[in-house]
């Protein structure tokens, strides 16, 4: 069984920043495979892209420009707001605006997104709403563990269940 739409599809895999040798971000070995159901939407379309047509057993290894990824870093999403946003009962909470710090934050509507601390002055911060990933190039290196049918509770659902998954 190969890799198209509406399959089940296990992985293990490393990322690293720009090539294989680069910085790893992060890696399944020694954990859970990564487990998703292929062609719905829930991954990097150029991932996607890479991974279609590969077997059980495969091996992969390929680069993503940060452009097909989390986009590139962009200047104007660093916002300047005041302090005292973040006052509760006229007080910052002790350790609240570090930079780094990735704060959560609700808008009018009620929508929820987050923001890095990445500046602290007197009486303002700059938050930064890139996603922490922007600007870098990736890479993968792994191998394909299962591709199966997805049953219609996990089409349903949009995700896949038990190894790889959600188990609920
Ligand atoms: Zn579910």
């Known amino acids: ?15 690293t920043e720009g090539t294989a040798e680069g910085d790893q971000i992060e890696s399944t070995q020694g954990g859970e ?7 719905v939407g829930m991954m990097i379309p150029q991932f996607e892209a890479n991974l279609s047509g590969l077997k059980a057993g495969d ?27 973040f006052e509760t009962d006229g007080k910052i909470p002790d350790g609240l605006l570090e ?22 002055g007197l009486d303002k ?12 190039d990736l ?12 049953d219609p509770t996990e089409l349903a659902h949009g995700h896949v269940h038990g190894n790889g998954g959600h188990h609920h």
């Open 125 to 136: 911060v700059k938050l930064d709403f890139n996603h922490p990933m922007a600007g870098v």
């Open 139 to 150: 890479f993968f290196t792994g191998k394909v563990e299962t591709v199966r049918e997805a």
């Open 99 to 120: 930079i780094g710090n990735v704060l959560p934050l609700t808008d009018q509507e009620g929508n929820h997104f987050q923001a890095a601390v990445s500046w602290v």
């Open 33 to 39: 495979p990564l487990g998703f159901i292929f062609g």
């Open 59 to 85: 091996e992969f290894a390929f680069g993503i420009k940060a452009a097909d990824a989390y986009g590139e870093y962009d200047e104007s999403a660093l916002v300047e707001v005041p302090k005292n946003m």
């Open 1 to 15: 069984m190969t890799i198209e739409p509406n399959k089940v599809v296990l992985v293990h895999y490393t990322l």
